[in-house]
């Protein structure tokens, strides 16, 4: 059943029929994930990973109300200015009060519940659920005739432009897209591909109220990304913190690892930081810690022709490793012997530092997809002493804790505890 034809059946349900006895919600397919299985049967996976269209579920959902609602009074109003299918206003309303009447309930709740996506055929599919929900939790049976009429506040609207709908809005739920993009107009912390949620979510702190709490599901990499630094220095000199918690991969679906915040205004503070114990003796103290410099589409082939290490042909584990790929590089190169770190690393890797010990007589070229990680000694056996500590189940436990985006960063690498049990 094409998508559209899922929602007008659901709408003419919502609207026209009468029940002796509405299912409860665990129990009614329009209130649990058949929605979103309908969108996915629908709509090509490289599509919706395009639009970044994927939504929260009830998990996800049920944190961020369960956080708004400790921050808001009775008679605000909670927006999700990207609300796709309508998950967490979903969530947010299951603990709005209702009234006496069918009608009555839906005029309470159209008051305090404002949304809007970019697609009308989602908004339709967020009114409907709300619908139903009404419906579940006061066990109404009374007919209705007109869902454009229902939750004025939730329109067709494009976060990004309709910035004057943000600012009326007194608190919000945030689920952005998590795709890179390239930015429509010129930002300070970053250029050049960006991550969408980034964008949405600067756009959002730019134009709410400023006392407008912001309960998020956001991409592990706007926390820990090297990249993002100075997005996280923006959104801390916008006077926002707030706790966080990882919550691993985001779906099925969706190949992300996220995590939940809750901004609100308060005293600046390092943002989104692991508060972990400071250790007095790091692999940084140890070893000169950078990226590989050679960006192979971006580096023409000038210069003395010299070794070259890229992530595809570099053997993991490997205690004496001599580059056999050749290509001509005037850059910065690296004389062994060092280790090599791929970047590439998920929390779902058994290792999330996986290194090779690299030997030889000549200056390497190296790809950055690798860490190069030169011992401050110069000597093989600290190469085989960091091989360890990159090996052992301490060291992924402190990344997994510290970094759980798919990317490795120097800061990350060079902080890592040098264990003396594993050297």
Request: charged share 25%; net charge positive.
């Amino acid at each position: 059943m094409a998508f559209e034809t899922y929602i007008d059946a659901a709408v003419s349900a919502g609207l026209l029929e009468v029940h002796e006895g509405v299912e409860t919600l665990d129990q009614h397919p329009l209130l649990n994930g058949a929605p979103y299985k309908a969108f996915r049967q629908s709509i090509d996976l490289d599509e919706r990973r395009r639009a970044g269209t994927f939504f929260s579920g009830p998990e996800i959902a049920d944190k961020l109300a369960a956080a708004i609602r400790l921050k808001v009074s009775s008679d605000a109003v909670v927006m999700d200015p990207t609300c796709g299918l309508g998950d967490l206003l979903l969530a947010y309303a299951s603990g709005l009060p209702i009234r006496r009447t069918l009608v009555e309930t839906l005029d309470f709740w159209g008051c305090r519940l404002a949304g809007m996506d970019t697609r009308s055929d989602l908004v339709r599919m967020t009114k409907v659920r709300l619908l139903f929900l009404a419906r579940a939790r006061g066990r109404f049976s009374e007919a209705t005739n007109d869902l454009d009429g229902l939750f004025p506040l939730i329109a067709v609207g494009d976060a990004l432009k309709d910035t004057d709908r943000l600012a009326a809005a007194d608190a919000f739920l945030f689920n952005p897209p998590f795709g890179q993009v390239q930015s429509e107009t010129e930002q300070p912390w970053a250029k050049g591909q960006i991550n969408a949620a980034a964008i949405f979510l600067a756009t959002l702190i730019a134009h709410r109220k400023p006392a407008a709490p912001i309960a998020a599901i956001l991409p592990e990499v706007l926390r820990c990304g090297s990249r993002y630094g100075r997005f996280r220095d923006f959104v801390s000199d916008a006077g926002l913190t707030g706790p966080f918690e990882p919550m691993g991969r985001f779906d099925a679906w969706t190949d992300v690892d996220v995590f939940w915040t809750l901004l609100q205004p308060g005293v600046k503070t390092a943002l989104w930081r692991n508060m972990q114990a400071p250790c007095a003796d790091t692999v940084g103290d140890r070893f000169i810690v950078r990226v590989g410099t050679v960006v192979p589409h971006r580096h023409d082939e000038v210069g003395v022709t010299r070794p070259f290490l890229c992530a595809k042909t570099t053997p993991a584990w490997a205690e004496r490793f001599e580059a056999v790929g050749r290509r001509r590089f005037d850059g910065t190169v690296f004389k062994p012997p060092f280790v090599v770190i791929r970047r590439t690393s998920s929390p779902s890797d058994r290792s999330r530092a996986v290194g090779s010990i690299i030997v030889g007589n000549q200056d390497v070229a190296v790809e950055n997809h690798l860490i190069v990680a030169r011992p401050k000694s110069g000597t093989l056996a600290d190469c085989r002493a960091l091989l360890r500590v990159l090996k052992s189940s301490a060291t992924t436990d402190h990344l997994n804790h510290a970094i759980r985006c798919r990317h490795l960063t120097t800061v990350s690498v060079a902080s890592l505890p040098w264990r003396a049990s594993n050297v």
